[in-house]
């Protein structure tokens, strides 16, 4: 079993940057994504990133590519989603989550979630 915190969320300015971090507890084997995804207001949920924990593997959604970055704390059992140039439509709900099956990092099916974390970026 694996539980996952968010946290980092906050209200920022368009164009400014934020780091949110991902707290796992409980065993994550090498094979597990860990992934990012989003959901705004009325709109489904996007997956936006993910990374591989055993190695710097990683995937982006173009819509984040190139101002999103993946990075984790192997010690500490963390990963983190770098965000920077933020734009008014990153606004949503940014989740977590984990799975423990070897596939393609474009999987988008997880066994484990955050909580989530608000993302408000003004004008």
């Known amino acids: 079993q694996v539980q996952l915190v968010e946290s980092g969320g906050g209200l920022v300015q368009a164009g400014g940057s934020l780091l949110l971090s991902c707290a796992a507890s409980?065993?994550?084997?090498?094979?597990?994504?860990m992934g990012w995804f989003r959901q705004a207001p009325g709109k489904e949920r996007e997956f936006i990133a993910a990374?591989?924990?055993?190695?710097?593997?990683?995937y982006y959604a173009d819509s984040v590519k190139g101002r999103f970055t993946l990075s984790r704390d192997d010690a500490n059992n963390l990963f983190y989603l770098q965000m920077n140039s933020l734009k008014q439509e990153d606004t949503a709900v940014y989740y977590c989550a984990a799975d423990p099956s070897p596939f393609t990092l474009t999987t988008m099916t997880y066994r484990y979630w955050g909580q989530g974390t608000q993302v408000t970026v003004s004008s």
């Open positions: 409980g065993h994550i084997f090498s094979s597990y994504r």
């Open positions: 990374i591989r924990w055993s190695s710097a593997s990683t």
